[in-house]
């Protein structure tokens, strides 16, 4: 599902969590919300319906994030501006498969394009653990305030990645339901894109890519 802005900014891709789909009725809000604003936004099925009903594939974050990375390179490879900055935005599971498609090293399936920054909502950062301290980008982690396991979790992760910021929704719960919490994962996400892509590495190029 692309949202695509005339003449975008910049770019983000939604990994949904497990249980979830594309069609996620708090990422379609999020991914409106960032349209409205001039950002282009892609969100799809990380898996197949018949993939999805095996639960090790839902918590295999391996492979979504190789997903994530074959979606990252067919959304780049239709760009026409090589420089244009994208960002994840991951849920639940879908963060852990962000942030170790952040750490992939090159060569593999990696955009023309500089990744700028990570968000997550409610994600599980700590299910890609090894992979943290090899993730560059800023990354903001947003935790409803109620939701005190995956806070204490994402706190745990926090530790290992070298620019990041953990953002803490007063009273809201796992999937921010509260009256205004969505509200606030969406200012706070559309205000640490705005800031990193403003300061997005330059494009390096491989020989041999």
């Known amino acids: 599902l692309l949202l695509a802005p005339p003449e ?34 892609l969100l799809f099925d990380l898996l197949t319906p018949a993939e999805a009903e095996d639960r090790r594939h839902v918590f295999d974050i391996a492979l979504l994030s190789q997903r994530l ?14 420089a244009l900055p994208f960002a994840y935005f991951g849920a639940s599971t879908g963060a852990a498969a962000a942030l170790r498609a952040a750490a992939a090293p090159a060569p593999g399936p990696r955009a023309r394009n500089p990744l700028c920054a990570v968000v997550s909502r409610g994600g599980r950062p700590d299910l ?7 993730v560059a980008v800023p990354t903001l982690l947003i935790v409803g305030g109620a939701d005190a396991e995956v806070l204490a979790l994402n706190r745990q992760a926090a530790r290992r990645l070298r620019q990041v910021e953990v953002a803490v929704v007063p009273g809201a719960g796992h999937l921010f339901e509260e009256p205004g919490a969505l509200d606030q994962v969406i200012h706070l996400a559309r205000e640490w894109m705005t800031r990193h892509a403003q300061a997005a590495p330059p494009l390096r190029v491989r020989q041999g890519a």
Request: avoid cysteine; proline fraction near 5%.
């Open 128 to 134: 890609a653990l090894e992979a943290l301290s090899a």
């Open 8 to 41: 975008p900014r910049r770019w983000v891709i939604f990994a949904h969590g497990s249980g979830s789909s594309r069609l996620s009725p708090r990422n379609l809000r999020v991914a409106q919300a960032l349209a409205a604003g001039g950002v282009g936004t």
């Open 69 to 82: 990375l074959l979606a990252t390179r067919w959304l780049s490879a239709r760009l026409d501006d090589p």
